[in-house]
């Protein structure tokens, strides 16, 4: 079972990472600290690549435990679709802070603010996807999140 064990510690790298990456690229607009602003693009790129490993463990984890009576084929469904595109955003945030830090080095720091506010969109997109995903997933082993949000569903009448 090492790709499930590999999934449940590998997860937690970019909902942490993408939260010190925000704090680092606000922190560099709010003061116009180029450093800050560097520090947060070269975490959004590691971002982008680390989610790879997480993605590949998590889709490993779903064939291995496809069988598994405890598990619930459809909550196993929304967190592997909430999986996959959360990957689609921190690749596109990853890429595009990857060509942010290239043509900045280039330009000594020519970055354009149509740059930086897709950056801070997609960062922003990219760390709400990851805490949507994770809350997915752990409705797989916490029942009482599941049963909360069961609830939930019921009192607004969408279920």
Do not use: C, K
């Not at 449940?8 to 925000?22: D, E, R, S, T, Y």
């Not at 704090?23 to 602003?37: C, D, I, K, N």
């Not at 598990?71 to 999986?83: C, F, K, P, W």
């Amino acid at each position: 079972m090492i790709p499930v064990e590999a999934h449940l510690v590998l997860n937690h790298i970019p909902l942490i990472g993408l939260a010190f990456g925000l704090v680092f690229f606000v922190a560099g607009l709010l003061r116009s600290s180029e450093q800050f602003l560097r520090t947060g693009l070269r975490i959004f790129l590691v971002m982008g690549i680390v989610v790879l490993p997480v993605v590949g463990s998590g889709l490993m984890s779903a064939t291995i435990l496809a069988n598994a009576t405890w598990l619930d084929a459809h909550a196993l469904s929304n967190h592997r679709l909430a999986g996959i595109l959360t990957l689609v955003v921190l690749v596109g945030l990853g890429t595009l802070s990857g060509a942010g830090l290239f043509t900045s080095a280039q330009n000594r720091w020519a970055m354009s603010a149509r740059v930086r506010n897709a950056v801070l969109f997609l960062a922003i997109a990219g760390f709400g996807a990851t805490v949507w995903t994770a809350y997915l997933g752990g409705t797989l082993r916490h029942s009482e999140l599941a049963s909360d949000r069961s609830r939930s569903m019921e009192a607004l009448g969408t279920r």
